[in-house]
Structures are given as structure tokens and as C-alpha cells.
């Protein structure tokens, strides 16, 4: 995956915020400037993994004669132990990029292992869980990335791309009928409509005014069931999304209710990191 510029300024703003001016001051003062040294990206947990490319971009841009040599693919499964990459250089710019590029390897590769739960959770009904835009600035599109390498798939990327009409949406809008016709009137053919709704009235109202999708938001057991049955008879081809709660311990019922998709931000806000390291090969 290439490294946009919104990246390249990420990783330097992520390597200023460490390095502080001054540069590692430690490495400085103990590691002889000639010195080379050969380590190891090593997976401490059970993992899917993610975001190798921006791990290498990070060592680039301490110093563009280092070594990175991928060992892993990007939405490949490894055990504790794992060698996920090979990176020979300058031992003062390996340690200079270690941090840095360990935070953003491990978050990366929480997001794709916990989008790899949720996948699981799932296998066998229709449901496929997205991801929603509660995301880190600057790391969207790799964290999008990641939560399909962990095997679910993205909502969409920023407020540009779909209009998804929410509760405050309908607030300022005039209600549900009302909102939905003017977004239908002025989005592209080619652009759907979605809006959130939380009962029975909200989703009639959605159907007749032209929406492509439903949001369930925050409607759950046996009555989002019904509403799922409801929606079918009305309007066969409408996708249904389900919104709101969605947890680990929660996905399975909310996809055996019927609906396409389920959002939930658990992808991305909530992923724990994976445990990964920088080993220096002693040999």
C-alpha cells in the first residue's frame, strides 16, 4: 500500500513529537555512530496483522539506507513469537524509528485482530460488520485497511462520500420525510441515501420518502427483528444496517435478526493493541 502525503506528514509529526528536536540522546551517547545492527518486528500475541507498508515508511524516513524485509503478509494469522519483519541499518536509526513505529504497527494490527473476532462472531449468517468513521486523525485509511484484513469491511471513508442522515440531521432538517427528499432531490444517482432511525414511523417514513438504506440505530432484540420482517415486506431491495451497542457479546443475535450490515465502532475506537517488539539479534 502506498503512503500518501497525508501519511508521510503523519510520520513526521508522530517522529518530531519523539524525537523532540534533539534526536535520541541516549542512542547518542552510547551507540558508536558506525555501529550496525540487524533486528527483528516480533508478534508477543496472538494476531492478525496490519500496516507493515506504514511501519517501513517510518524507518524510510529516519534514514532511507535501512533495511525493512517483510516476513509476514498484511492479513495473514500468527502466534506469539512470530517474526514479522527483518530491519538492518544504523543501530542509532532503528532505535531512532523503534517507537514510532511500533505504536502505529501495533495499533494496527489490534484493529485487524478484533475485526477478525467480529468477522468470526458472524460467519454463517448474511451480516457483515463495518467500521464506522470514529477513527484516529490521520490513520483512517490504514485503519479501513486493516479492518479488512481482519475481514470485515468499510462504511464509508468521510462525509463526502455518502449521505448518511443522523439524529441531529433530522433535527435541523424538519424530520425524516422531509430530510430524506432533499438529500435524494440533490445527491448524484450514483450516491446513496441512508438515514438513522429508531422505531416503526422513522423507518415508513425513510421507505416512502426514497432512502437506499436504514439505520437501526440502537434498536435491539426482538423488535429489531420485526422491523428487519417489516422492511423485507415493504421495500425487498432496501439494505438494512444495524447501529448502536454492538459488542463482541452482542453481534451474532443482531446478525440473526436479518440485516446486511452492522456498524459498529468497536473496529477501530475500541480495538486493544497487539503486543509487538523490536529485537536486536545478538548472534
Known sequence: MNVDDTSSELIRLALREDLGGYGDVTSAWTVAPETRSEGFL???????????????????????????????ADGSTVEPGAKLARL?????????????????????????TQARRFSDAVAGTAAVVVDTRKTTPGLR?????????????????????????????????????????????????????????ADEQGMREALASGADIIM??????????????????????????????????????????GVDIISSSKLTAGAPPVDVGLDFDLS
Open 42 to 72: 516480533v508478534a508477543r500475541d496472538h494476531a492478525v496483522i496490519s500496516g507493515l507498508d506504514l511501519a517501513a515508511a517510518v524507518l524510510a524516513e529516519v534514514d532511507r539506507e535501512a533495511i525493512f524485509e517483510r516476513l509476514a
Open 88 to 112: 538492518e541499518g544504523r543501530a542509532r536509526s532503528l532505535l531512532a524509528a523503534e517507537r514510532t513505529l511500533l505504536n502505529m504497527l501495533a495499533h494496527l494490527c489490534g484493529v485487524a
Open 141 to 197: 485509511v490504514w485503519e479501513k485497511k486493516a479492518v479488512r484484513d481482519g475481514g470485515c469491511a468499510n462504511h464509508r471513508f468521510g462525509l463526502f462520500d455518502m449521505v448518511l442522515i443522523k439524529d441531529n440531521h433530522l433535527v435541523a432538517g424538519g424530520g425524516v420525510g422531509a430530510t430524506v427528499r432533499r438529500a435524494r432531490e440533490a445527491a448524484p444517482f450514483s450516491m446513496k441515501v441512508e438515514v438513522e432511525v
Open 216 to 257: 437501526f440505530d440502537n434498536v435491539s432484540g426482538p423488535e429489531l427483528g420485526r422491523l428487519v420482517r417489516l422492511a423485507r415486506d415493504l421495500a425487498p431491495a432496501v439494505l438494512l444496517e444495524a447501529s448502536g451497542r454492538v459488542s463482541l457479546e452482542t453481534v451474532r443475535a443482531i446478525a440473526e435478526s
